[in-house]
C-alpha cells in the first residue's frame, strides 16, 4: 500500500518569537532637535541588484513577450474599457468589440465569438457613472527620489501621505502641510546612518491611532523595519519610534535585509509584511511579522512573532504577501500574493489567500490557491513624443483590503487590444475569502493606453474606488480614478475621472538608467463619512521631476 504524499509546508519557520532590543523612543512632528536636526537623506546602494523572485533574464524575456506576443485577450465579460479621453471626462461609452481569432499560445484565449461591446457597464449593461471628485489638492512635491511610492492614511481631521522618503500632515480639507519631515529625521532618534524608503501608513479607528512603517538599511549589513505609531489621534503630537530588526527571524540572525513592505492592522497586532533578500544576492523569501499591539501602542519593548518562508500552494515562495487593510475596523485578518510564471509559461491563474488566526502571542497561519483569470508581466508604458518608455513593474499584487469576508486587490497585467497591440492593463478582484473563490474580477484599460500601478479600496457597503497611473502616446502620465457601487452589474467599473494631468513626458531615470515611476499609490476608506473613498498618487510634473496629488470621491 502506498502512502499518500506529505503536502508542502506553507511556510519554512514560524511562528518565532521575539522582542525589540528597547522600548519606544518618544519622538514629536513639531519638535526637531539634536540628532534629529541635522539627519541627512541617504542614499546608498541597494544591497541587492535583484529585487524580484527570479533572476534578470528571466525577467527580461517576460518583458519582452508582454511588448510582442499578441494572445493576451479577455473574455467579453471580463473587459470593461474605460472610454474618459486623455485630459478630459468620459464622453459616450464605448461601441467596438474586440476581433475573434489569435487566441496566441500564452493560454489566454478570447471567446470564438464575442458578444456585445464591453463598455464600463460590461455587455448590455449601462455604465456607471464616474467618481466626481469631493476633496482635491497637492500633497508632497518632488522630494528628489525615485519613485515616489505613495502611502496614505485618513482620519477625523487629517490626512497623512508619505512619499521616498518624506511625510506630511495636512488638514483634512486640503491646504498646505501642517508639517513635513524627511523620513531620515523622523526616525533618526532610534537610526541613523540609514537609507529610509517604502513608506506605509494607516489609521486604526477603533484605537484612534495612526501607524507609520517604512524599511531601512547601512552599509554594514543592517536592516530594519522603522515602526513609529501616534500616542494619541492626534498626529501633531507625540509618537512612539522603533527600530525592529528586520534581520532577524523571531531572535534568530540572519544575513538578509528587507525591502517592500506592507502594513495592516485589526483589533490585537500590526501586521508587517517584507521581501527578505540576501544581502549582496538574490531572493530569500517572505516574512509576516505579527507586532502585539499592546505592546508598541504603549511604548513597551515590541514582542512579535515571525513566519519565515511563506510558500505557495505549489511549493514555490510566496513573494510580496500584502496584508489586507481592513475597511470595516474588524474581522479576520486576511493576506494575498499573486505568483510569477515558472520557465517557458507567460501567465498565471491563481492567487494565494493566507489567513491567520489566534492571538499575537500564538498566531497561526493557513493559506489556501484560488482560481483566477489568467494575469501575465506587462510591457513598459509608451509615452508621448517617443519618448522613453516608463517602466510598469511586475504582477505582484499592489494593495489587499478586506471588507467582512470579501478581500479586494490588483495588479497590473498585459492586455492585447483591437488593433492588435499591447498595452499595460489593471486586473481588478473581489475574492470570497470563506469560500476561497473569486466573486468578480475584469481587466480594465482602453486601446493605446497603458494603466499602471493601480491602487484599490472598498468601503463597509461594498462600494469601492480604483486610482491609477495612465500614459499613453496621446497623454502624459497622469493621475486618474473609477470607481463602482455594489448595486452595480458584476464585474462593471466606471469610466475613469481624471485627477491630475501630466506636464510632459516623464524621463527620469534611476542611477540603473530606468525611467521607473510607481511604485505604488495610496487609498484608504475614511472612517467618518460613509462611502468616501480616497487616493493618493503621482503625476509627471515636468521631464525629470513627478508631483502629487490628493482627492476623493464617493462612487
Not at 110 to 124: E, R, V, Y
Not at 452 to 469: E, H, I, K, S
Not at 532 to 549: N, P, R
Request: glycine share 10%.
Amino acid at each position: 500500500m502506498t502512502s499518500a504524499a506529505a503536502p508542502a509546508p506553507l511556510f519554512d519557520d514560524g511562528p518565532l518569537a521575539g522582542t525589540s532590543a528597547i522600548a519606544g523612543t518618544e519622538f514629536e512632528p513639531t519638535e526637531l532637535v539634536g540628532p534629529m536636526a541635522a539627519a541627512p537623506e541617504l542614499r546608498l546602494p541597494r544591497p541587492s541588484r535583484v529585487r524580484l523572485p527570479i533572476d534578470s533574464a528571466a525577467f527580461a524575456e517576460l518583458k519582452a513577450r508582454a511588448r510582442t506576443d499578441r494572445g493576451f485577450y479577455r473574455a467579453q465579460d471580463k473587459l470593461r474599457r474605460d472610454v474618459s479621453p486623455p485630459g478630459g471626462p468620459p464622453t459616450a461609452a464605448a461601441t467596438t468589440a474586440m476581433p475573434g481569432g489569435n487566441a496566441g499560445a500564452l493560454a489566454m484565449p478570447m471567446p470564438a465569438a464575442p458578444a456585445a461591446p464591453t463598455g464600463p457597464g460590461g455587455p448590455g449593461g449601462p455604465a456607471p457613472a464616474p467618481p466626481a471628485l469631493i476633496h482635491s489638492y497637492a500633497g508632497i512635491p518632488f522630494a528628489g527620489w525615485i519613485p515616489y511610492d505613495c502611502a496614505l492614511a485618513v482620519g477625523p481631521s487629517h490626512v497623512l501621505c508619505a512619499v521616498n522618503s518624506s511625510v506630511a500632515i495636512f488638514p483634512k480639507a486640503g491646504g498646505a502641510a501642517l508639517r513635513q519631515r524627511s523620513l531620515s529625521s523622523w526616525f533618526s532618534g532610534v537610526v541613523q546612518g540609514a537609507t529610509v524608503f517604502d513608506p506605509r501608513l494607516v489609521y486604526d479607528a477603533p484605537a484612534d491611532r495612526w501607524v507609520l512603517l517604512a524599511t531601512a538599511y547601512d552599509a554594514n549589513g543592517s536592516s530594519w523595519f522603522l515602526l513609529s505609531v501616534s500616542q494619541s489621534g492626534d498626529p501633531m503630537a507625540a509618537w512612539y519610534n522603533y527600530a525592529l530588526d528586520a534581520r532577524l527571524d523571531g531572535n534568530h540572525p540572519t544575513t538578509n535585509w528587507a525591502d517592500y513592505p506592507g502594513l495592516a492592522y485589526d483589533a490585537n497586532a500590526l501586521y508587517l509584511t517584507a521581501n527578505m533578500f540576501v544581502w549582496g544576492g538574490g531572493y530569500a523569501y517572505a516574512k509576516l511579522r505579527v507586532v502585539d499591539k499592546s505592546t508598541v501602542y504603549s511604548g513597551a519593548r515590541a514582542t512579535y512573532q515571525d513566519f519565515v518562508g511563506l510558500r505557495n500552494g505549489d511549493g514555490t515562495l510566496a513573494f510580496t504577501v500584502l496584508p489586507c487593510q481592513r475597511v470595516d475596523g474588524a474581522g479576520t485578518q486576511y493576506l494575498v500574493n499573486s505568483l510569477f510564471p515558472p520557465a517557458g509559461a507567460a501567465a498565471r491563474r491563481e492567487i494565494t489567500l493566507w489567513t491567520v488566526t489566534g492571538t499575537p502571542a500564538a498566531p497561526a497561519l493557513t493559506q489556501q490557491t484560488v482560481a483566477t483569470d489568467p494575469y501575465a508581466v506587462p510591457p513598459d508604458a509608451d509615452q508621448p513624443g517617443g519618448a522613453a518608455p516608463l517602466e510598469s513593474g511586475d504582477i505582484r499584487l499592489l494593495t489587499a483590503c478586506a471588507q467582512g469576508n470579501s478581500v479586494w486587490t490588483c495588479l497590473t497585467t498585459v492586455q492585447t487590444w483591437d488593433d492588435g497591440t499591447n498595452a499595460a492593463a489593471v486586473y481588478w478582484l473581489q475574492i470570497d475569502a470563506a469560500a476561497g473563490a473569486v466573486q468578480q474580477d475584469a481587466v480594465y484599460g482602453a486601446t493605446g493606453r497603458h494603466y499602471l500601478y493601480p491602487a484599490l479600496v472598498p468601503d463597509a457597503q461594498g462600494n469601492a474606488l480604483l486610482a491609477f497611473a495612465r500614459v499613453g502616446t496621446a497623454e502624459n502620465a497622469a493621475l486618474h480614478v473609477a470607481s463602482r457601487r455594489h448595486t452595480d452589474s458584476p464585474n462593471a467599473l466606471s469610466s475613469s475621472s481624471l485627477v491630475h494631468p501630466g506636464s510632459s513626458p516623464y524621463t527620469g531615470f534611476d542611477s540603473s538608467g530606468r525611467n521607473r515611476w510607481g511604485d505604488y499609490l495610496g487609498v484608504a476608506a475614511d472612517p467618518q463619512e460613509a462611502g468616501l473613498l480616497w487616493a493618493y498618487g503621482g503625476y509627471a510634473a515636468g521631464a525629470t521631476t513627478w508631483a502629487t496629488w490628493v482627492c476623493s470621491a464617493r462612487p
